[in-house]
Structure formats: structure tokens, C-alpha cells
């Protein structure tokens, strides 16, 4: 599936370089302007993302003639995306009240409890409930019900590819925030300048990142398409997806 994930990268070069482009830009603002009002047009684009990859995978071509091949179910998929986000935050949110009332601990380990909280939870849903994404698109077996019968059925092995493609590209970006403060400063914008070296390492994590999500819609969109038998369309398919 990491084949796929690449070739899907490789042909569609400019939507990902408007992505990255964007997240990165967007950092640079938030920090300009000591402002954050970027968080959702960044989450819609992420949502974007993965429905072009998705739908892309259904249909083996890239996101412009897979886009042109049938009418995308936008404003299904969005809301979708938006209630498996929201079970995210319910799943997380008794484990991370506990953090909360037990004290005690630094803000160091507090952050890193949250975040392994976070990713915990996003595995689980995504894990179970994922696959009901590319069934708004796909039209087969779509309700939240069939979403969960498959997510079920192969739970542990998509737990894990959906858990390193996002604690992966997350744990990169960390490294990189670490690496930038030994140099120049964790800062994009040093005495109203851009500090490049935080800027390319930036610019990374946010393709490392831009991949780990692609990767994970690829490994939910492959999960669908087992689980309903739905044909690959040619045996040169069948070798880039596996």
C-alpha cells in the first residue's frame, strides 16, 4: 500500500505542493499575525486531500480524470469526515479529563500524554469506522453499520498500518521542531524575518505529513474494497497495490 501511496504522490504533484504549500504558509501567518484562524481551511483541505486519494483509488486514475469520471459526493463525505472527527474528541475526551484531574505531572509529560491519548483515539475510530468514508463514495454498502462490520473484521491489521501512518509523519515533525530549536529556534519568523532553515524543515514534516495522510486513506479505501469485493480494474493495479 506504501507503493500506491507514492504513486498516487508522484501523479499529483501540484495538489500536493498547493497542500504543503499551504500548511506551511499558513504556520507562517498564524505566527505573524499571533492569530489562529487557519485550523479550518487546513482541516478542509486535509479532508479534500483524502477524498481526491480515495476516490482516486476507486477509480485508478488521478485526482483531475478521476474527478472528471463521476460527481464527487462532497458534502456527504465532509460531514462524514466531520462525525468520525467529533467520535474522536468523544473517545479521547474521559482518558484526557483523567490526565486532567490527576495532576501531578509536568507539562512536558502532560503534552505527551495527549498526544499518545490523541492518536490512540484516532486509530480506534478510524480503525472500526474508517472504510465509511469511501463507501459515500463508492455507493456500495455505505451506512454506519456496514462501516463497522468491516472495520471489525480486520481491525488489529488496520489499526497498525493506521497508527504508523499517522504517528509516523507526526513523530518526524516532532523531531524536526526539536532540531529546529538547537539551531536558529523553533520560531518561522525571527526579528521579522523568516528563519529558513525552520521554514525547510517545515515545509518537510508538512510532506511527511501530506503522505502519512494519504497513506491512510489508501490503506481505508484498500479495506473497503476487500471487504465488498469490489474489482480492481486491471492486473498492473493489482501489482501497484500490493
Excluded at 463525505?77 to 479529563?97: K, N
Excluded at 472495520?151 to 504508523?164: D, E, K, N, Q
Amino acid at each position: 500500500m506504501l507503493k500506491q501511496t507514492l504513486v498516487i504522490v508522484r501523479n499529483n504533484l501540484p495538489f500536493y505542493a498547493i497542500f504543503i504549500a499551504f500548511a506551511v504558509g499558513s504556520a507562517i501567518f498564524e505566527e505573524y499575525s499571533k492569530k489562529s484562524s487557519t485550523t479550518g481551511p487546513t482541516l478542509f483541505l486535509s479532508f479534500l486531500l483524502a477524498m481526491n486519494v480515495q476516490n482516486s483509488v476507486l477509480r485508478n486514475l488521478n485526482f483531475t480524470e478521476a474527478v472528471k469520471a463521476g460527481k464527487l459526493p462532497f458534502g456527504k463525505y465532509l460531514f462524514r469526515a466531520i462525525m468520525l472527527g467529533l467520535l474522536t474528541i468523544a473517545l479521547s475526551a474521559p482518558p484526557f479529563l483523567f490526565l486532567l484531574r490527576s495532576g501531578g505531572s509536568g507539562k512536558s509529560y502532560f503534552v505527551l500524554w495527549s498526544l499518545l491519548i490523541f492518536i490512540a483515539a484516532v486509530t480506534v475510530v478510524f480503525s472500526l469506522l474508517g472504510t465509511w468514508l469511501p463507501a459515500s463514495i463508492h455507493g456500495t454498502k455505505a451506512t454506519f453499520g456496514d462501516a463497522l462490520r468491516r472495520g471489525l473484521r480486520r481491525f488489529p491489521s488496520t489499526a497498525v498500518l493506521v497508527f504508523l501512518g499517522f504517528a509516523l509523519p507526526l513523530l518526524a515533525g516532532i523531531i524536526a521542531l526539536v532540531f529546529a530549536g538547537s539551531l536558529d529556534g523553533a520560531d518561522l519568523i525571527v526579528d521579522g524575518h523568516l528563519n529558513l532553515s525552520t521554514v525547510a524543515l517545515s515545509i518537510g514534516s508538512n510532506a511527511l505529513q501530506s503522505i502519512g495522510l494519504t497513506y491512510i486513506a489508501v490503506v481505508l479505501a484498500r479495506r473497503y474494497m476487500e471487504a465488498e469485493n469490489i474489482g480492481l480494474p486491471s492486473a498492473e493495479l493489482v501489482k501497484v497495490f500490493t
